[in-house]
C-alpha cells in the first residue's frame, strides 16, 4: 500500500493506492474532517498487470507543480514498468497507464520501481533492478518524453527485481541524488547522481563489512534511506536471521559510514527484507531537541510496530 498527502490540497487530504488481486490498481481517500471514500476506485481505465503477485506502487508528486501533479508506477507479468499521471482539476491521463520505453529494460513480475523528482522539480528519475540483477535507470523532464531507453548502472549485481532505495540531499548545489541496492552477498552499495555530472561511474560500499544476517539464498535487501539534514544521511534495513532493524549512518563531518547496529533490538522484529518506513523529522523544524525518527515496521505476528530512533542514542 501507498501512502501520499496531496501537496496544496486544503483541507488536508491523502490517497492511498493498492494492487488489486485481479492486478488492478485502487484508490481511495481521506479528506480531513470528513473521513474516507465510501468505495475503492480502479486507477484511470482499469489495467490489468500482475495479477496474484505481490506489486508495490510507486508515487511521486511534482514539486512545486501548479496544479499539483502525481505520477504513479508500477510493473506487469512481464516486468515492464508502467505509468499513469493525475493532474488537479482535470483528474487521470486520458491516455490510461502507458509503458516506460519496455523495450529496452524491465524488471521481475511486479517488481518495485523507485521514483524521485529533484526538488526543483525539473526531471523524475527511475530506478528498479532487472531480471538478471542488474540495476538501470531512466528519467524525464516535464512536458517532454522519456529517455530513448533504460541504462545500466553498471559495476553491481543484485538478486534480480532487488527494491533500489534512492534520496536528494537536501539544499544540495547542484541537486545530488544517492542510491543504495542490495549485491548477491549481503553487501549495501552505493551510487551518485548529480545535476551538473550525472551518474558517478562505480557503485562503492557502504561500510567495510556484510550487512548483519545476510544473505539468505541471495534474498534481497530492502534498504530505506533518508536523510536527517543535509550532513546526515541514514539507512535502515531488516536483518536476514532474525527480523531485527539495523541502522548506518554517514556524516560529512566524519566522511564515512559508522558500521550497522541495531534499533531496539529486545522489542520488535520483522521478517527478512521486510520495508522499513523512517519518517524524518520536518526540516523547517529541525533543532538538537527533535533530531529523530519515527520507525514502523510490520512484525513477523502481523502487528505494525512503532518506535523513535534517535540518532547518537538509538
Known amino acids: 500500500m501507498t501512502a501520499l498527502y496531496r501537496p496544496s490540497a486544503q483541507p488536508a487530504q491523502m490517497d492511498l493506492f493498492i494492487y488489486g488481486r485481479n492486478g488492478v490498481v485502487y484508490t481511495t481517500t481521506r479528506v480531513a474532517g470528513a473521513g474516507w471514500d465510501t468505495a475503492w476506485t480502479p486507477v484511470g481505465a482499469p489495467w ?64 518495485p520501481v523507485a521514483a524521485v523528482w529533484t526538488p526543483t522539480g525539473d526531471r523524475l528519475i527511475l530506478l528498479m533492478c532487472g531480471q538478471g540483477g542488474q540495476v538501470y535507470t531512466i528519467s524525464k523532464t516535464p512536458g517532454a518524453d522519456w529517455d530513448a531507453t533504460w541504462s545500466q548502472l553498471v559495476g553491481l549485481t543484485t538478486p534480480g527485481g532487488a527494491p533500489v532505495a534512492a534520496a536528494f540531499r537536501p539544499n544540495a548545489q547542484p541537486a545530488t541524488l544517492s ?11 552505493e551510487i551518485g547522481w548529480d ?36 550532513d546526515h544521511l541514514d539507512l535502515f534495513c531488516a536483518g536476514a536471521l532474525t527480523g531485527r532493524v539495523f541502522t548506518n549512518g554517514w556524516s560529512s563531518a566524519a566522511g564515512s559510514w559508522g558500521g550497522w547496529s541495531m534499533v531496539s533490538s529486545s522489542t520488535g522484529w520483522t521478517n527478512f527484507a521486510s520495508p522499513i518506513t523512517a519518517v524524518p523529522p520536518d526540516p523547517a523544524a529541525l533543532s538538537v531537541d527533535n533530531a529523530f525518527f519515527d520507525l514502523f515496521m510490520c512484525g513477523q505476528n502481523g502487528v505494525v510496530f512503532r518506535t523513535r530512533y534517535i540518532p547518537y542514542i538509538g
Open 195 to 230: 545535476a551538473n555530472n550525472g551518474w558517478q561511474q562505480t557503485w562503492t560500499e557502504t561500510s567495510c563489512e556484510s550487512f548483519p544476517g545476510g544473505p539468505i539464498a541471495a534474498l534481497p535487501l530492502h534498504i530505506t534511506a533518508t536523510w536527517r539534514d543535509p
Open 179 to 189: 542510491v543504495f541496492a542490495g549485491d548477491t552477498n549481503g553487501q549495501v552499495n
Open 48 to 111: 490489468y498487470g500482475a495479477a496474484g503477485h505481490h506489486m508495490p506502487i510507486s508515487g511521486v508528486y511534482q514539486p512545486g507543480a501548479t496544479p499539483d501533479r502525481l505520477d504513479l508506477f508500477c510493473s506487469d507479468n512481464d516486468g515492464h514498468v508502467h505509468t499513469i499521471g493525475w493532474t488537479a482539476g482535470s483528474g487521470w491521463d486520458s491516455s490510461g497507464w502507458t509503458d516506460v520505453r519496455s523495450g529496452s529494460g524491465y524488471t521481475t513480475a511486479g517488481g
